[in-house]
């Protein structure tokens, strides 16, 4: 963050059990005719080639083999280092990723059980030192965003190291090994193995797999491994090895910043933050240093001081573990003795997306970091990461099972990147809203940055480096005494503007803000593997002003959530959100119909092609709250003999909210398709009047691209 640059010394509760019974054995009516389509072209007999080789075991690389597992898809995942890093970094998980978790065997749950309480980080707190005075603070959180309306889940507040553990967890549940190099054997993969000390060094993409070479220690020696798969997703981080092998380029802005990340622990710091001014991040700006400091824990008293880092006048030796804990003490502004300082890191923020997300004939993939890497601000980075995941998963699965051909997997990169382009310039205007607080305070941002240039490549680089350096800490001293008392109080005519200024920055949400719902929630893909409405309207840029998310079921939005009750005997007090109609553990799709007769016409068409297709389909039947008598007999002798389908009424929170039709912007005349990863595929505005087989034959050719 530019600003940091004055720093001192430079320096499930509701789980769906719907009444699914299995198909059909055979189709038994006149018009279906089963086509025999194959369009996986490996092996599936030949273990020594794994169909899904992941790198790197990072949180992406985590969700996509848990995602994968639970779809029945065999993969191994190659992790360079030996054990995982305790650094907390990403800590803000966003609500779409709280709904992946929540699918994931009831993770977001844990995640909220483990989480710190709410009113321990929905602030954000500006002050001139943390036990001095406040400048402001801003409250993200609203009363809608405890009411579950948008989403049957929470944000939620919990550091990245933590969420791995849980992550590591989950596919222990689902019998993955995680292998020590010294425990393993030249056996092939068979899927299931987390490889640690593994680090891929090498690829060779042939004609229908790819053989990739990891490299480990054993017995004292670097051995190689070679590992044969027919997919390889690079899930390995900002710095990703896959992607420098794939020879794929990245697009954008690099080096906007570089920081130091200090981890540390300080049980007195967190008690006193926790009586005192609790919050989630806190920025501080006083004449000896500046700094943002993350509350990852009040109660743990764990913390991260993020701080700039000017190479090549500075070295990370400078960040000393002394000379960190003197800087916290005078962001602290007073003494402190239990300040333990865990671990020092250096890394650079960027703003940068891959100009292909998938390469090789479809063979080799990115994901995560590796595909996108941008400025923290807004929490966006391991969100958008997580979300890649969740897109690739079904299509990987439909490709490995023989439902699609390998084209499927290209509509990752024609869904994704265009998200990742608009994600990294919602980060980049939040990082920019971030510093909309220094610059009102007079500490111009873009200063220290060009000073810093001006030194390093112009004028100043013919100087010593000793030279260079007391001139840029000389700079930023002078800085740094826009915030002494003597000027930045309501007395002082050039302060108390400055305040009141501030103030009006805080009160206007023109500061950087927290939660995004109309970006997290409401991203849409334009096309891919979707059948976009022929009034389909293109994104603008973002603008990061909008708070609220307006439910859509234009092609390509997210289901909206509603909770529904189910009509089957056994459940019928069970509240499920209409996100909780998709399994998670199927590549399935979901037809929401009203009950008209026209609809269940469609709902049969869907039902035969989708045998034909030899893809999964649910019907969902959506009653009103008011109609649901007999609805059970009417659905089961429309659809006879299909039996995937699942009575549903509305669970309307009050008389006057919205019916599930309108809030869709639909009538219930019309019908909605949505995709394994609860995205909408096509929709129906009104009844179909043609050939419903037909229709439905031309919707899943163009979705599964077949
Ligand atoms: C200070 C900070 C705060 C952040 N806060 C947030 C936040 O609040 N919310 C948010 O969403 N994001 C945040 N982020 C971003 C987030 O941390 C990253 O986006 C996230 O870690 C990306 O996950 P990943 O799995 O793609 O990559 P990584 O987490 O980088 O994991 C990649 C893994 O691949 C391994 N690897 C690398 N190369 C190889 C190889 N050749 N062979 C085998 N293994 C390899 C690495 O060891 C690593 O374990 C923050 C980032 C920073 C720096």
């Not at 008690?271 to 990852?296: D, K």
């Not at 916290?328 to 865990?342: R, T």
């Not at 990461?385 to 699965?397: C, E, S, T, Y």
Request: charged share 20%; proline share 5%.
């Amino acid at each position: 963050m530019g600003f940091l640059g004055f720093i001192k010394g430079f320096s499930s509760v509701y789980r769906a059990k719907p009444r699914i019974r299995a198909y059909p054995s055979s189709c038994q009516h006149g018009h279906c005719h089963i086509q025999c389509r194959t369009f996986s072209h490996f092996k599936d007999h030949d273990d020594s080639v794994l169909p899904v080789l992941i790198v790197g075991a990072g949180p992406v690389g985590l969700v996509l083999s848990i995602l994968l597992t639970k779809l029945g898809i065999k993969c191994s995942v190659l992790e360079k280092s030996k054990s995982f890093s305790h650094h907390p970094q990403a800590h803000f998980i966003n609500n779409r990723s709280m709904e992946v978790f929540h699918k994931l065997d009831g993770l977001a749950e844990e995640i909220q059980r483990s989480q710190p309480p709410v009113d321990l980080w929905r602030k954000f707190v500006y002050c001139t030192s943390l036990t001095g005075p406040v400048l402001g603070s801003v409250d993200h959180m609203q009363p809608q965003d405890f009411e579950k309306v948008v989403s049957p889940v929470c944000v939620a507040h919990f550091s990245q190291y933590k969420l791995i553990r849980l992550l590591l967890k989950k596919l222990e549940d689902l019998n993955f090994l995680i292998c020590k190099p010294e425990g393993l054997n030249d056996e092939p993969f068979r899927g299931g193995e987390l490889l640690m000390g593994h680090e891929c060094v090498k690829i060779n993409a042939t004609g229908q797999s790819v053989n990739v070479t990891a490299s480990h220690l054993k017995e004292g020696k670097y051995t190689e491994r070679n590992i044969t798969c027919n997919i390889l997703v690079g899930t390995d981080g900002a710095a990703s090895t896959i992607r420098k092998l794939a020879g794929i380029e990245l697009r954008g802005e690099k080096d906007l910043q570089k920081l130091v990340s200090v981890h540390f622990l300080s049980r007195d710091l967190g008690q006193y933050l926790l009586n005192e001014r609790p919050g989630m991040l806190f920025f501080i700006f006083n004449t000896e240093a500046i700094g943002v400091l993350v509350a990852h824990d009040l109660k743990q008293g764990e913390f991260v001081l993020q701080m700039p880092f000017y190479p090549p006048q500075q070295s990370l030796d400078d960040f000393s573990p002394e000379t960190c804990k003197q800087l916290i003490l005078k962001l602290v502004g007073q003494e402190l003795s239990d300040i333990d300082v865990i671990d020092i890191k250096p890394w650079v923020m960027h703003a940068e997306v891959a100009e292909k997300f998938v390469n090789c004939d479809n063979r080799i993939i990115l994901a995560g970091d590796a595909a996108h890497r941008f400025p923290p601000a807004g929490g966006f980075g391991m969100n958008t990461g997580i979300q890649d995941a969740h897109n690739l998963a079904w299509k990987i699965a439909a490709f490995v099972k023989g439902i699609a051909p390998s084209s499927i997997l290209h509509t990752y990169e024609t869904e994704r990147r265009p998200i990742a382009i608009f994600n990294t310039a919602l980060s980049v205007q939040n990082f920019r809203a971030a510093m909309a607080v220094p610059t009102t305070l007079g500490l111009d941002p873009t200063v220290a940055n060009s000073v810093h240039q001006t030194i390093t490549d112009g004028i100043g680089s013919i100087l010593p480096s000793g030279l260079q350096r007391a001139v840029l800490d000389g700079i930023f001293t002078i800085g740094r005494a826009q915030l002494s008392e003597f000027l930045l109080n309501e007395k002082n005519l050039l302060g108390s503007s400055r305040l009141a200024k501030l103030r009006h920055l805080f009160e206007e949400g023109k500061s950087l803000q927290l939660q995004f719902p109309a970006e997290d929630l409401g991203f849409r893909y334009l096309e891919g593997a979707l059948i976009p409405d022929s009034d389909c309207v293109a994104q603008g840029p973002p603008t990061g002003r909008r708070r609220d998310y307006i439910p859509s079921s234009d092609p390509g939005s997210r289901l909206p959530h509603m909770n529904v009750r189910m009509l089957s005997n056994s459940f019928s007090e069970a509240f499920i959100s209409t996100l909780d109609l998709l399994p998670g553990d199927k590549v399935e799709f979901l037809l929401i119909i009203a009950p008209l007769e026209k609809s269940y016409h469609l709902a049969v068409a869907a039902l035969k092609v989708a045998e034909e297709f030899k893809v999964s389909v649910k019907v969902c039947i959506l009653w009103p709250t008011d109609t649901v008598k007999g609805a059970e007999t009417r659905s089961k002798t429309a659809l006879a003999p299909w039996e995937s389908y699942i009575d549903v009424a509305e669970a309307k929170k009050s008389s006057n909210s919205f019916s599930w039709w309108s809030m869709c912007q639909m009538t219930d005349k019309g019908a909605i398709l949505v995709r394994p990863d609860e995205h909408i595929a096509w929709r129906a505005k009104s009844s179909i009047d043609d050939d419903p087989i037909l229709e439905m034959k031309r919707v899943f050719s163009a979705i599964l691209k077949v």
